[in-house]
């Protein structure tokens, strides 16, 4: 069956960067485009950044030039490199499939001031 595995949260001072990976199975992954989300305490689920399959992405205004996106097929990873940390970018980040509309469980990365 589809799964996404995130893994890379944690504690990170305001500043500090983080890496985020989002392992797949169960897909073709080559061919589908890969969404980051995130959802703070209290809010909605919002979008982060997007790649496609041929490699082009688009980000949130909230994290242009500090957030990048990356992909391996080889691997059938996802990353999301995080600069820049601040505090607001404190929430659960979710990658997901859009070919398949599958969600990973999810992974915490608060960021203190």
């Known amino acids: 069956q589809v799964q996404l595995v995130e893994s890379g949260g944690g504690l990170v001072q305001a500043g500090g960067s983080l890496r985020l990976s989002c392992a797949a199975s169960?897909?073709?992954?080559?061919?589908?485009?890969m969404d980051w989300y995130r959802q703070a305490p209290g809010k909605q689920r919002e979008f982060v950044a997007r790649?496609?399959?041929?490699?082009?992405?688009n980000f949130a205004d909230s994290v242009k030039g500090r957030f990048t996106i990356s992909r391996d097929n080889a691997k059938s990873t996802v990353y999301l490199q995080m600069s820049s940390l601040k505090p607001e970018d404190t929430a659960v980040y979710y990658c997901?499939?859009?070919?398949?509309?599958?969600w990973g469980q999810g992974t915490q990365v608060t960021v203190s001031s």
């Open positions: 790649i496609s399959s041929g490699g082009g992405t």
């Open positions: 997901k499939t859009v070919a398949y509309n599958t």
């Open positions: 169960g897909i073709i992954f080559r061919i589908t485009a």
